[in-house]
Structures are given as structure tokens and as C-alpha cells.
């Protein structure tokens, strides 16, 4: 996974509550067996009409938003269907932070094995955040001091340690979770005496 | 110490706990479908990695399967690809997987309780956040994405922290026609579709314990619509007469122990909740939605809302873009709302009880002509119940067009879709934009409440027809 650390850009506004993930990346874009290459379908149908040309006022369509690396937006960002492919679809149009007042767990969870940062904010610093993108002004990101800076101001921001330490790290949650093996077989031996149905035995 | 039904799962599933609150979490039962899995299989490859419990690991291909004509295979190349992909995978990791041709293939969500596999008290994830709908048998059992299948695969384990306790009572009865679809899409429009997030919902009370196993599905299953990642009901003897017998439930010996255990799972009496929630069921009249959000409910006696009645920006400006994308008036009432599609199927309303339900209201009617209506079983086996039953000739008979089973237009990643500015009366679960199909305009409803809505030709109140 790519490591996080700081990060500096124009933000891209997009002042929509309850994006769900099925705006974020449609199903027809669902059926790849890869990661990559989501990004040109990332909000496909607010992005392209339908004859596939761009939406000339949609945010992201728009000099620098379409090289923005940071995205604010309405509360509860990222709701509905748990698909993968919506962070994989922001990642991969090069949004590798996102600012919300609020997230679906999911989604939210799902950031953080991808290197994204999804920060959350009260809805008044979102306010005055998106002054900045309205401005195409840049703001940067500092995910060790857990702050962002914007013209004079700094906000500071809450996000769990085991979280920030995996992507500070980039690190692999399975290799970390398999050091626990030791852990993980008392627990199936104990399983298999006393629910002896689980394992079918 | 006094514990909920959540805490005691989460208790005996606790392989690790960590100083900074996160937890390592043992999976009991792992599903896999088509769309989520591709990635995690690779992830494994990559790594050499094994899938640590096949036999605690169940497959099926659902999303992008065809419902009409399935002996000519998959026509769409991509879907193909990733059916195919299952196929291999399950293969190459020794992961059971019933095929298309097999007649226990369906949503993944509704085989796993068929065969069993879903049992109370036990830990159930799936790449897919429908997974709720397990929770009907007091499991906790919530949606994950393709890293945390992933992990799953390899370790049998999650890493989780844990959730807040929310209770959601129902006391009362049911008035005629309405149905636990309207139960949770009232619950969802009063506690909105964040309401739950980072809780997890135990719904109790009198009319929660007078449901049947499938309706009590039905409510688990659109809990991640409010926002909480799981739903769940104390498992009692309706749940455990269900589960006797089934292919994958326990047996001899094992199911006397289970059920000892299954007993245990109650919330004590004096646990306390981080939040409460009580209705009163006899209030409760068919819902349907207007909009493009779960939670944009009313009743069929209601009228669309007004943007200009909302004094909140946030709240008017969605009430906006949200007639916009419907193609609806201000003020309108919900019965002129005329309809263009029916789909009777999916996850939260594609089992045998929601068939019949609907079969009910269609016997020796004909559906609108201009309507375009079918029926996708949830699996082969309903499929099979269902034409014992009949159904399938009422359905038939009415106009339904009776296909084969899977998610289909619930999200329309196979060829089942709508049309821009199609609208259909849908017994699926979420009228996101473009859900259904690129402009696709989605009303959720009851499966009696989409039949009386392919007779009449508009959303129509499934009362006027019950005997």
C-alpha cells in the first residue's frame, strides 16, 4: 500500500450530502477482476453525458479540479453498497484524501486500506475549507501532525493511531494480522471444543 | 456485568484485543461472490497466501448472472470474466462454490440461510453490504470490502473496533397489507441513512418476535440502508425450527450442543444501549419512496414534499436535485405517480414468503398494459418452491415474466435494467441514482405494494386489495 504523509493541492468541492458509492463508481464499471484503472469512470454519470463527452460544469471536469487531490464533501460520503472500487476509483483519479463531516463505515474503513486519509471535519470548517477550492487556492494535509494548513490557519483533525500508524507505514494488515498466528490457533482449538458445529466436526 | 446480544457475540469472538481499542475478531462464516472477490484471490496469489478455512468459506455467482435463458452461458464478455474468475478461484483455493447450474445458485444472501450455513451467535462477513440480512438469525454478520476479504481469506479474522449498542422496538401489530418492508423503510426514514452508522441495531419488541424468519430477513437486510453496518434479532424457536434439517446446519450431537448455546443468546434484561428507539407497529400504513435516498419515505396516502416547505439548505437543495432526477412535482400525490416497470426479487424481497405475498394480490388479475413487470427468485430452490406452489402460473398469467434467479435489476449489472427516465415500482433496497440503471427512476416498495402497482399502473395502495 502507498504510504501517506503529507500532501499538498487545490481541493475540489462537491457540496452533495449522502454521495453513495454507486455515484462514486457505477456497477457497469464493476465488473473488473483488477484495482486499477477506475479513475476515468470516477463519477461517471455526473461526469459524462451520454455520448460519453464531459460535463463541462462538473467539478472534477474542471482546470485544477481535474487534478485535485483532495476532495471535500456533503456529510455521510461513501454510503450504500460496500464496494471496494469506490476508493479504488478515487485513488486511481489521484483523490488520496477526502474531507466530510461524516462517512458510511464502510467506505470509511475501506480508505484506509488504500492509502486514502478520509478526514473528518464540523461542518463549518468544511465551509470554510471550500472557500479555498472555490478560490483554487491550495491547501496541504499533514496526516503525522494531524493537522491541515490553509492560508494562516490550521485545523486539526482525530483519526485512530492503528489507523494513522498503517498508513504513515503503508503497512500490510494482513502481515500484521498474521503475526498473531499463535493467537488465531488458540482460538480455533478452544472453537472446536466448544462449538464443535462451527468447523462441522 | 450485564451484556447485549452485540457485546456477547463480540465477546466470544475475540481472538485479540488491542490497548488503542481495536480488536481481532474471529469470522465463523465467510460468503463470496463474483464482483468483490477477484481482487482478494489475486491478493493471495501474490502474497502465496492459502484461504486459511475453505470450509468455513462459501461461494456463488449472483450479481452478473443472466436470469432469462442460462444454456447459452453469459452473453456479456466482461461479466464472463468474472464468473469464469470465481470458478478458477474457488478451484485453485478449494472454496465450495455452487455454479450456475446448480439449482441451490442464488443471491448469496439468501443460500446462505437456505443451506444452513448461516447459524446463530456465530461472526458471518461477505464482501457485499447486504450482509445484514443474515442477522435475522442472531449472528453478527455485517458487509466488508475486497481488502478485508482478503484478510479474511488468509487469517479467518478481521480487525474491527466495536460498534455502539442502538435498540430499535416494535410493539404492536401490523394493520392489514403493510409488511416488514414498510416496518424498516418507516425505521429508515425516521432515523435517516447515517442514523446508524458506527452502531450496531438490535431490533426487539412484540412485533419483531411475531415475525416469520424471512420477515425478519427482510428488516436485517436494509439496516446498512439507516446506516449501520449490522441489524440483529435474539434467535427463538422459529429461528431454530428453520435451521433443523438443512443441509449445512448441525447435526446429532452438534445440533443439541448448538442449540444449548443458541439459547444463551439473549440481551439481559437490565443491558443498557447507547440509544433507543420505539414504534408503534399499528401506526405503520405501505410505504413507498419518492426520491433518491433510502430514506426519502412516505406512505401511499401522502403527497411528494415540497422543497419549499424545508427551511434546512442542505435538506431543501436534496429534495430538489432529488424531484429532479425523479421527474416528479412538488406536492404531487403519491398514488399519480405512474409507473413504467415492476421487479418483484432481490436480497431483501426475493424469498418464498415475499413470492407468495405477491402472488396473492396478482391471482386472476392482469397487469397494466402499459407496464412492464417480472419476477427473479432469489435462488433456484425458491425458483423450484414457488412453481410447486403454482406462483409462477399467477405470475405468468398476470403478465409477470418469470426469470431465473439473481440480484438482476436490484442493481442492474446483468442485462435486467432500466431505461433513462424508466420508472419502476421495485421491491429491491436502494433508489440511489442511476441504481437501476443510467436515469433509471426507482420507488421501493413491498412486494404486495409492487403488485398492486403493476395492476393499477401506478404506485396504488396494496390494501384496496386484500380480501
Redesign the interface.
Known amino acids: 500500500m502507498q504510504k501517506f504523509n503529507t500532501l499538498k493541492s487545490v481541493p475540489a468541492y462537491l457540496?452533495?450530502?449522502?454521495i453513495?458509492t454507486?455515484?462514486i463508481i457505477?456497477?457497469?464499471f464493476?465488473?473488473?477482476?483488477?484495482?486499477t484503472g477506475l479513475g476515468k469512470n470516477l463519477f461517471f454519470?455526473m461526469r459524462y453525458d451520454?455520448q460519453g463527452k464531459e460535463i463541462s460544469d462538473f467539478i472534477l471536469n474542471q482546470n485544477p479540479y481535474n487534478g485535485s487531490k483532495i476532495l471535500i464533501a456533503?456529510?455521510?460520503f461513501g454510503?450504500?453498497?460496500?464496494?471496494?472500487h469506490a476508493?479504488w476509483a478515487l485513488l486511481d483519479f489521484g483523490i488520496t484524501c477526502v474531507i466530510s463531516s461524516?462517512?458510511?463505515?464502510?467506505f470509511y474503513?475501506?480508505c484506509f486500506?488504500?492509502g486514502i486519509l478520509p478526514i473528518i471535519l464540523e461542518e463549518e470548517k468544511i465551509k470554510e475549507l471550500s472557500e479555498y477550492a472555490n478560490r483554487k487556492e491550495e491547501i496541504s494535509v499533514d496526516l503525522n501532525h494531524e493537522k491541515i494548513v490553509y492560508g494562516n490557519n490550521e485545523i486539526k483533525f482525530d483519526v485512530?493511531?492503528?489507523k494513522k500508524k498503517c498508513l504513515l507505514e503503508g503497512l500490510d494488515?494482513?502481515a500484521l494480522?498474521?503475526k498473531?498466528s499463535d493467537?488465531?490457533e488458540n482460538?480455533?482449538t478452544n472453537?472446536k471444543n466448544q462449538?464443535?458445529?462451527?468447523?462441522?466436526d | 456485568m450485564s451484556t447485549t446480544l452485540y457485546d456477547k457475540i463480540w465477546n466470544d469472538h475475540l481472538?485479540?484485543q488491542?490497548d488503542?481499542?481495536?480488536a481481532?475478531l474471529?469470522v465463523?462464516r465467510h460468503l463470496v461472490h463474483e464482483?468483490?472477490s477477484?481482487?482478494a484471490f489475486?491478493?493471495l496469489r501474490n502474497?502465496n497466501?492459502k484461504v486459511r478455512?475453505p470450509?468455513?468459506t462459501l461461494a456463488v455467482a449472483d450479481?452478473?448472472v443472466p436470469t432469462t435463458d442460462r444454456t447459452k452461458g453469459i452473453a456479456?464478455a466482461?461479466?464472463k470474466?468474472?464468473v469464469d474468475?470465481l470458478e478458477s478461484n474457488c478451484k485453485e483455493f478449494g472454496v465450495q462454490l455452487f455454479g450456475m447450474d446448480d439449482k441451490r445458485q442464488g443471491i448469496v444472501h439468501i443460500i446462505g440461510p437456505e443451506q444452513g450455513f448461516t447459524?446463530p451467535g456465530?461472526v458471518i462477513v461477505c464482501?457485499?453490504?447486504h450482509t445484514a440480512t443474515h442477522g435475522a438469525f442472531g449472528s453478527l454478520a455485517f458487509?466488508?470490502?475486497?481488502?478485508?476479504v482478503?484478510?479474511v481469506l488468509?487469517?479467518?479474522?478481521l480487525?474491527q473496533?466495536k460498534a455502539k449498542n442502538f435498540r430499535i422496538n416494535v410493539n404492536g401489530q401490523l394493520p392489514l397489507g403493510v409488511t416488514s418492508k414498510d416496518v424498516i423503510l418507516q425505521i429508515i426514514g425516521k432515523i435517516g441513512?447515517?442514523g446508524g452508522?458506527?452502531s450496531v441495531i438490535e431490533y426487539a419488541g412484540d412485533l419483531i418476535r411475531s415475525l416469520s424468519v424471512e420477515q425478519r430477513m427482510t428488516i436485517c437486510n436494509m439496516t446498512?440502508?439507516g446506516?449501520a453496518?449490522a441489524g440483529l434479532i435474539a434467535p427463538d424457536e422459529k429461528i431454530f425450527n428453520y435451521l433443523k434439517g438443512k443441509p449445512?446446519s448441525?447435526k446429532g450431537d452438534?445440533?443439541e450442543?448448538?442449540l444449548n448455546?443458541w439459547n444463551t443468546l439473549q440481551t439481559d434484561a437490565d443491558a443498557s444501549f447507547d440509544q433507543e428507539l420505539s414504534l408503534n407497529a399499528g401506526e405503520i400504513l405501505p410505504m413507498i419512496t419518492w426520491g433518491t435516498?433510502p430514506q426519502d419515505v412516505i406512505t401511499i396516502d401522502d403527497k411528494v414534499p415540497n422543497p419549499q416547505s424545508e427551511s434546512d439548505e442542505?435538506k431543501k437543495?436534496?429534495i430538489e436535485?432529488a424531484l429532479k432526477y425523479m421527474g416528479l412535482k412538488p406536492d404531487m400525490a403519491a398514488k399519480d405517480i405512474k409507473i413504467d416497470k415492476v421487479f418483484i426479487g432481490s436480497c431483501t424481497n426475493g424469498r418464498i414468503e415475499d413470492l407468495r405475498e405477491a402472488a396473492k394480490i396478482l391471482k386472476d388479475k392482469k397487469i397494466s398494459s402499459h407496464v412492464n413487470a417480472m419476477v427473479v427468485p432469489g435462488s433456484g430452490l425458491v425458483k423450484e418452491q414457488a412453481e410447486q406452489e403454482g406462483l409462477d402460473k399467477i405470475f405468468v398469467n398476470s403478465g409477470f415474466e418469470w426469470r431465473e434467479p439473481g440480484c438482476s435489476m436490484c442493481?442492474?449489472?446483468n442485462a435486467d435494467k432500466l431505461k433513462?427516465e424508466e420508472r419502476c415500482a421495485s421491491t429491491s433496497n436502494?433508489n440511489?441514482?442511476?441504481?437501476q440503471g443510467?436515469g433509471g427512476r426507482t420507488h421501493l416498495v413491498s412486494p404486495g405494494m409492487a403488485a398492486a402497482a403493476a395492476i393499477s399502473g401506478s404506485l396504488d395502495d396494496v390494501r384496496k386489495y386484500q380480501n
Not at chain 2, 154 to 157: G, V
Open positions: 457540496p452533495i450530502v449522502n453513495d454507486d455515484m457505477p456497477k457497469q464493476l465488473k473488473t477482476i483488477k484495482r454519470e451520454d456533503g456529510k455521510n454510503c450504500g453498497s460496500s464496494r471496494e476508493p461524516s462517512y458510511a463505515d464502510i474503513s475501506n486500506k488504500n485512530d493511531p492503528f494488515d494482513i494480522s498474521l498473531k493467537k488465531i482460538f480455533e472453537l462449538k464443535p458445529w462451527i468447523f462441522n | 481472538v485479540d488491542q488503542d481499542g481495536t481481532l474471529f465463523d464482483v468483490t477477484p481482487q489475486e491478493g502474497s497466501r478455512h470450509n468455513l450479481h452478473n456479456d466482461e461479466s470474466i468474472q474468475t447459524q456465530t464482501g457485499d453490504s458487509g466488508i470490502g475486497t481488502s478485508e482478503e484478510h488468509a487469517t479467518q479474522t480487525v473496533k441513512t447515517a452508522t458506527g446498512i440502508e446506516g453496518r449445512m448441525p452438534n445440533w450442543k448448538a448455546y435516498s442542505d437543495n436534496s436535485r442493481l442492474a449489472m433513462p436502494r440511489f441514482e442511476g441504481r443510467r
